[in-house]
């Protein structure tokens, strides 16, 4: 029976508030401190609304054993130093300043009663008071609201909880950067694509899908979050299927030795949905770094080709030997030799037979272009008649030249006999 009347006293069942409090939480995926926060503001607002003044700073404190409600007035411990002190006569006219505010400087604000106590009666409450701190004062207790102060309330609870709901999605996928996210495709608003990742909505922009890719609502997908925006209508969630660092996280996913540690991704170069070079490396000795990622009979690569919509993938080698990487990097063209033509601005050329020179660039240079990209170096590919051809011309430079020089000898042999004989 007593229960029942503080119950009714306090206006609050506590079993039952503090069920509904952890329902929305788990809901939410929201903090329980955040929630009990927001209903506190929200009955301060309400009380502030039908028993409190404007200017007050009321502040609400929820007992969670008993569910009772504590009203708190709330002043600042102020002085003439930080506020501006007015004296009004009996008619209510302005009289004339306590404190006069220096040209130039900023205005002090306006002292106020209702928000404000002056520091030699703040003492009077708090001893040891001084300027700045803040003075509570418990007020009575009310049961009763109207409509507008309980519509006050509800609002309140509503912007807030979203508030604190965009803050939780906001951090829980700010984490999740990088990553490679399971989503279904919610829907298509002109070349927009919106996908569903369970909690949130992200957006595949154009420039973000692969060419010839068609999405359909439905549609099941692995998306890369690339970027995620605060906003005021809640996260931005920038979605990726063209970034390089998706192939990776697709082969962390397929491949054991490269999410272990044991193989290592060190370089990736990429034309999305057409072709992707990767170059790997073994950190322990008796493992094959690209059997490691091609997998028995290719199932770990075919799983990831097939997952990009059949993008080519070519796995090389890294090698710490720069000519031997450059020329890995043209695979499937067989490479004959590799000059570095200047290292300092990274420049090499690359000599291939005249049957593999086409396969060596690609069709429309892709080959060579994703090779340049890969080993960042500038790539120069040439047949080998080429290089024959230059080889024979020099030599029949030399040849020519050492004619021309024997012959200039003997002229000048045959001159210098007629002038002895003269």
């Known amino acids: 029976m007593a229960k029942k009347q503080e119950e009714k006293r306090s206006g609050i069942n506590s079993n039952e508030f503090n069920s509904a409090i952890t329902q929305i939480c788990e809901e939410k995926g929201i903090n329980k401190d955040r929630v009990m926060q927001t209903v506190e503001a929200a009955l301060a607002a309400a009380y502030k609304k039908d028993y409190g003044k404007k200017s007050q700073n009321i502040r609400a404190e929820i007992d969670g054993v008993s569910g009772g409600v504590n009203f708190f007035l709330i002043k600042e411990v102020v002085d003439e130093t930080s506020r501006e002190f007015v004296v009004f006569d009996e008619e209510g006219e302005r009289e004339e300043k306590m404190e006069e505010v220096v040209d130039g400087e900023e205005k002090l604000p306006r002292f106020n009663p209702e928000r404000d106590i002056t520091l030699e009666d703040a003492i009077l409450i708090k001893k040891d008071a001084k300027v700045g701190d803040t003075i509570e004062t418990e007020l009575e207790t009310q049961e009763n609201y109207g409509r507008v102060a309980a519509q006050t309330a509800k609002q309140v609870i509503i912007q807030r909880i979203r508030e604190a709901e965009k803050d939780a999605m906001y951090e829980e996928y700010k984490e999740k950067e990088g990553e490679i996210l399971n989503g279904t495709v919610q829907r298509i608003e002109g070349q927009n694509v919106f996908i569903d990742l369970g909690k949130a909505t992200g957006i595949l922009f154009p420039s973000e899908q692969v060419k010839g890719e068609e999405y ?29 660092e998706m192939v990776r996280r697709l082969f962390e996913l397929e491949v054991p030795e490269i999410f272990s540690g044991t193989v290592e991704i060190k370089a990736i170069a990429r034309e999305a949905g057409s072709r992707t070079k990767i170059a790997v490396i073994a950190k322990e000795e008796g493992i094959d770094p690209i059997g490691s990622c091609v997998g028995q009979k290719g199932t770990r690569v075919q799983a990831i080709i097939d997952e990009l919509g059949g993008e080519k993938i ?89 004619s021309e020089s024997t012959d200039i000898q003997s002229e000048e042999g045959v001159e210098s006999k007629k002038e002895s004989e003269k």
């Open 216 to 244: 359909k609502i439905g549609q099941r997908l692995k998306v890369y979050l690339g970027k995620i925006e605060s906003d005021t209508r809640g996260p931005g969630i920038i979605l990726s299927r063209t970034h390089s």
């Open 314 to 402: 070519d796995i090389i080698e890294w090698n710490e030997n720069i000519e031997k990487f450059i020329g890995a990097s043209l695979s499937p063209a067989k490479v004959l030799a590799v000059k570095i033509a200047n290292e300092e601005e990274k420049e090499a050329v690359v000599i291939v037979p005249e049957d593999q020179l086409s396969l060596a660039i690609g069709q429309r240079g892709q080959n060579v272009r994703l090779a340049a990209k890969l080993t960042n170096w500038k790539i120069d590919v040439t047949g080998d008649n080429a290089e024959k051809k230059e080889t024979v011309e020099k030599t029949e430079e030399s040849s020519s030249n050492e």
